[in-house]
């Protein structure tokens, strides 16, 4: 099945997954319901249209690691908030967590071409502005990248797991590129995690709260999903392709 490949880079991300109140949390790469959110964002769907969002939420997401982020910190104040019984308002101290300096490859496959086709055009003409979590955190380049080896495109005939293996490294630091380019006698030794959409009947799967059945502000609602963690090798192909 095609796959379309997205490249999620900025200086700061945040990928919330139980943040609620005072706490909020960020998981350490992108959730499912944050990129549909962005995908929703890119198409101009709004957050109440709950057959449009669960369409998306139908594509097999995978997502490679080419950078682990920083988990970071910071507070921030809130007016005006309400207690309990709707009164008192008060203000707030809040927590909020996000991830700095992480670098991912995000991949959707589905049969539904003209979806991957459509999502494409979204994505360098989006309705709304497009960010990673938080309005200010906005990419720091182009999301769709281009293919495999060879390729020129954003969108791959290759299913999930391969675009995740063969895809260019998409470090475009110069010191960390030189760090692990390859030579004749060593060859790159570093492994990118990843997390890929799983049958829930599988062996070894992770269970996480984060399929969006509905965006609507007072009524989001969530499904679980099974996912798979692995680690595929950063070879020298990979290396030498990268920032191609």
Known sequence: MPTLLMCFDAPLQSWGTRSQFNSRDTAT??????VVGLLAAALGIPQDA???????????MGV??????????????????PNTAGKNHRTAVTKRFYLADALFLVALETEDTPLLHRLQDALHRPHWPLYFGRKAFVPARPLPTHGLPGEHQPITPHPLAQALTLHPWLENQPHLRARHRPTPDEPAQMWLRTITDADPLALDV?????????FRPQHRTYAPRAVQISHVPLTPAMVSNAGA
């Open 64 to 81: 490679r690691v080419d950078r682990e982020g920083i988990v970071e910190s910071d507070f921030h104040t809130v007016q005006n908030v």
């Open 50 to 60: 709950d057959e449009d969002i669960q369409h998306l939420a139908t594509l097999r």
């Open 206 to 214: 992770e269970l996480r709260h984060d399929h969006p059945l509905s």
């Open 29 to 34: 790469e992108p959730t499912k319901s944050g």
